[in-house]
């Protein structure tokens, strides 16, 4: 048994001297929200680092996918992914719409594009980069131009991947995406989000949602408050200092549960034509008994991985559904996400990685 318990993740937090020193300058402007300079400085520097046209900063990334849907004047249907964190689903109806599922490729996790045609009129596709591998909408991009339907993607798992040939930003594609900068998040303002459009006139409509609707103490439109404060702003840009030696240390204990794990568990298929930000470690055991069997050693020995995504959203009781998703079911019975943060040490992984193979291996 170890001391300390060794959760899923651990939030990166910068040093204390420097954020203390932009709070003091904080503190003499007394603009502590309402899109003040840290907020701004923060959205360039984001607009740079991710390689992005606009980038409008939001409270969480919840209400950045509320306020895409509005935005893009989604109305009734919107087809998205049963193999998600809740939030995804949540937003669509939490707006009073409908979601329509679509079962996922059973390798990369995604959203499976190849049912679309399925689906009568969807007015937009929700999608997810789930545990940052980009969905693969392409092969289906001429029909959803043809049929004019909206292209959002939940890229909260995504901060930061590229197309290694291109360099552009995976953020860029689609009408709009949007990011969550939640505490677990790779990049984090605690909490906070974003939404990513190429789009002027959009990113000056979600400017104004974001704000009750008032541009220069003018009300132009309807709103809602999902601003980000400047506390807020603050922490992201120290964060944001620090993102290469993180991505690098996540990236190291990432490639050694693949190296050292039983050759029986498997893992997602990723897409080495993009970056990667390696914030989450997902293993799937053969069946739901050995994940089980996996999860109660663990905890014994006070380690606590995540079931990242169960159950499938599908089986909630109030998503309204009668269908089945056995790709997306059948990987959420088996699905688990490693601890994998910063201070992770090298001896308390090698440990997890021993517990787990003792499972598997038998
Ligand atoms: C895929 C996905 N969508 C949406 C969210 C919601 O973001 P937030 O917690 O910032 O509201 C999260 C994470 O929390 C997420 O992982």
């Known amino acids: 048994m170890y001391n300390k318990p060794i959760k899923v993740t651990v939030p990166f937090l910068p040093n204390k001297k420097k954020l203390y020193r932009e709070f003091n300058n904080l503190y003499r402007s007394k603009q502590i929200t309402n899109n003040g300079i840290f907020v701004r400085r923060l959205e360039n520097k984001l607009k740079k680092y991710l390689g992005v046209k606009h980038i409008i900063l939001t409270n969480n990334g919840t ?31 939490w707006e009073k719409l409908n979601p329509i599922f679509l079962d996922i490729n059973k390798k990369n996790f995604n959203l499976d594009f190849n049912n679309l045609k399925k689906i009568k009129n969807p007015e937009g596709i929700l999608a997810v980069h789930c545990f940052g591998t980009p969905c693969e909408y392409k092969k289906m991009f001429s029909y959803i131009k043809k049929k004019n339907i909206k292209l959002i993607f939940d890229a909260s798992h995504a901060f930061g991947i590229k197309n290694l040939k291109t360099k552009k930003s995976l953020l860029s594609e689609g009408d709009i995406s949007t990011l969550s900068f939640h505490a677990t998040k790779v990049f984090h303002t605690v909490e906070g989000g974003a939404i990513v459009t190429n789009k002027s006139k959009l990113a000056a409509k979600i400017r104004l949602f974001i704000n009750h609707g008032i541009l220069n103490y003018k009300n132009l439109s309807i709103g809602i408050n999902a601003k980000m404060n400047e506390f807020q702003a603050i922490i992201g840009l120290e964060v944001l200092k620090n993102m290469n030696k993180i991505i690098l240390r996540k990236k190291k204990i990432d490639e050694l549960y693949k190296n050292k794990l039983s050759k029986r568990i498997s893992f997602q298929i990723e897409n080495e034509n993009y970056s990667k930000n390696y914030n989450y470690s997902p293993i799937v055991l053969k069946s739901k008994r050995e994940l089980e069997k996996v999860i109660s050693l663990l905890n014994k020995k006070n380690i606590f991985p995540r079931r990242y995504f169960y159950p499938s959203i599908n089986k909630l009781k109030y998503v309204v559904n009668k269908k089945k998703f056995p790709i997306s079911e059948s990987l959420s019975d088996r699905i688990l996400c490693l601890p994998n943060y910063y201070e992770l040490k090298k001896k308390d992984q090698i440990k997890i990685i021993n517990l787990i193979n003792k499972i598997c291996n038998k």
């Open 63 to 93: 209400s950045a996918i509320q306020i895409a849907l509005r935005a893009l004047g989604i109305k009734k249907n919107i087809v998205t992914t049963p193999f998600s964190f809740v939030a995804t689903t949540n937003a669509i109806i």
